[in-house]
Nanobody
């Protein structure tokens, strides 16, 4: 069982910045990838950014050049630095981990509870 906890959300003015953090803990043998997703009111959850254990990253087109995902493999942490925030970025941001709990075992997906990001003047 893997627990995922996000932090760092809040209210910020347009053009501002925030840094989200996510910590994974529990019966982790190895983490394959970690990522951030978001869900705005009335919309489906969408991918924001992901990063693999090897450091390969993927970004949604809407956040490229503004958001940066990074990871501390030793501590099972992932971060999302968000710059030049826009009202359209307002959403609940969720962290997801893809991890194994034993050598050669299946990869499980685990989600956090989410953290609210509101961009408004």
């Amino acid at each position: 069982q893997v627990q995922v906890v996000e932090s760092g959300g809040g209210l910020v003015q347009p053009g501002g910045s925030l840094r989200l953090s996510c910590a994974a803990s529990g019966s982790i043998f190895g983490i394959v990838a970690m990522g951030w997703y978001r869900q705005a009111p009335g919309k489906q959850r969408e991918l924001v950014a992901t990063i693999t254990n090897g450091g390969s990253t993927t970004y949604a087109d809407s956040v490229k050049g503004r958001f940066t995902i990074s990871r501390d493999n030793a501590k099972n942490l992932v971060f999302l630095r968000m710059n030049s925030l826009e009202p359209e970025d307002t959403a609940v941001y969720y962290c997801k981990t893809e991890a194994t709990t034993r050598f050669g075992g299946p990869v499980y997906q685990s989600w956090g509870q989410g953290t609210q990001v509101t961009v408004s003047s």
